[in-house]
């Protein structure tokens, strides 16, 4: 594995660092400040899509699509797009100024690998172009979701349509004004095998039917605009073309849509361990206590050097995970993936701990990033499956290895 980044990506890396430099820090605090109202809450910050342009015009747009996705990806691999992740994930709302934003990308992916012409004229492209925002509606309250075959919301065959019951909560990017799509998935068919049971199905958001039940916080974050809501849909009713790929193909869709959005996650996580590391170093060196400034306890000391240590094995590892799904695939990958999920929420959460410890008071209020990334990094250890679920697979597939009794 050769992990140093080509004259490309140190490039584009440079390209990402002064577009942050230029447009996004200068303004963080004014759009975290915008982004926080309550009186502005599900509004988008009306500088937005200036910034977006701006992305556009320096060529750092939908960096994410792998390239073997042809003409609509910049040509990235998911090694070389990790270190551009890392970046985004400095800032919390920057990823949507570069088109790499979730659940988005999600989508995005869905609709390029599995989308019918149509539903790609319809929908991925103005999604690729930044023209409207999407959710994806999977996880449901009345049952254990991280295992999604216990989904219950019906998809079911009515002639030309398929007609939608269900309740989901979650639903990630739907409560941003300019979400206008939905993918839902459900069941077509309870009496399938097990995982044949499920479809996904594109609903669109102004769908007779579709009803918003509430926004969901996180530790008190709404994470506004894009937000998470608990839907309700009843009776509604989509074309039979709106359906992805085909009836019993769900869980297939789900699984090759989680891979790549899971290393994502953990790109983005390292990003906030790193500027956490970098904030509390910062503070480290200014703040006086008992005659000393911090940095010259030992104790302060250790907490530094054992957050870099933890930063940089997660940032080994994440790397040999996207290097492997470049070389042999997701389906291949699936340990590595498992692992970096189950080890990257865990690591930034020490990291920002520490950072906060560090900050004293202010580390815990409104005037660091350092209490909205804690919550993010706590929130990634059930998003995408919980640490349970990764360790049970990863668990199985390491003693399948070892063993001669395999299961």
């Known amino acids: 594995m050769n992990f140093e980044y080509s004259e490309k990506i140190i490039t584009l890396q440079k390209k990402i660092n002064t577009f942050f430099e230029e447009h996004i820090l200068p303004i963080e605090d ?5 982004n926080y109202s309550a009186e502005n809450r599900w509004k988008r ?8 342009e701006k992305a556009k015009e320096a060529e750092l747009w939908n960096l994410f699509l792998h390239k073997s996705y042809g003409e609509l990806s910049p040509g990235l691999t998911n090694l070389e797009y990790a270190p551009l992740a890392e ?8 990823s949507e100024v570069f088109n790499c934003n979730a659940p988005d990308t999600g989508n995005m992916e869905v ?14 492209k103005p999604l690729m172009n930044g023209d409207i925002r999407s959710a994806f509606l999977m996880t449901e309250p009345q049952v254990a979701s991280s295992d999604a075959t216990n989904i219950e919301t019906s998809i079911i065959r009515d002639g030309d349509d398929y007609i939608i019951n269900g309740r989901k909560w979650w639903s990630s990017g739907a409560m941003d004004p300019h979400c206008k799509i939905a993918i839902v998935m459900g069941k077509t068919d309870p009496n399938a095998p097990r995982h044949q049971q499920q479809s996904m199905v594109l609903v669109p958001m102004d769908t007779p039917g579709l009803k918003i039940i509430r926004p969901l916080s996180v530790f008190g974050f709404y994470d506004s605009p894009e937000g998470h809501a ?14 992805i790929l085909g009836e019993g193909r769900g869980f297939e869709i789900a699984q090759g849509r989680l891979g790549p959005g899971r290393i994502h996650h953990c790109m983005r ?17 200014e703040r006086i206590a008992f005659g000393k400034t911090f940095k010259d306890y030992s104790s302060i000391r250790q907490e530094i050097a054992q957050s870099q240590c933890d930063i940089e094995q997660a940032r080994l590892l994440t790397l040999s995970a996207a290097d492997k799904m470049d070389k042999k695939g997701n389906k291949a990958s699936k340990d590595l993936i498992a692992m970096i999920k189950i080890v990257a929420p865990k690591m930034a959460l020490n990291v920002i701990d520490r950072a906060i410890q560090i900050h004293g008071g202010k580390g815990v209020g409104p005037d660091t990033p350092l209490s909205h990334f804690f919550v ?9 499956g919980p640490d349970e679920v990764h360790m049970y697979q ?14």
């Open 30 to 34: 004014h759009v975290t400040t915008f």
């Open 45 to 52: 910050w009306p500088g937005i899509e200036d910034l977006k």
């Open 87 to 94: 970046i985004m994930g400095r800032v919390l709302w920057s």
């Open 111 to 124: 609709l390029a690998k599995y989308g019918s012409p149509l539903q790609q004229e319809q929908w991925l």
């Open 230 to 243: 608990e839907i309700v849909l009843e009776n509604v009713r989509v074309p039979k073309e709106n359906l």
């Open 269 to 285: 996580l390292i990003g906030m361990s790193q500027r956490s590391l970098e904030l509390m170093s910062q503070r480290a060196s």
């Open 376 to 384: 993010a990094a706590r929130m990634l250890r059930l998003a995408d």
């Open 394 to 407: 990863l668990g199985k597939s390491v003693i399948n290895a070892y063993s001669k009794n395999k299961t």
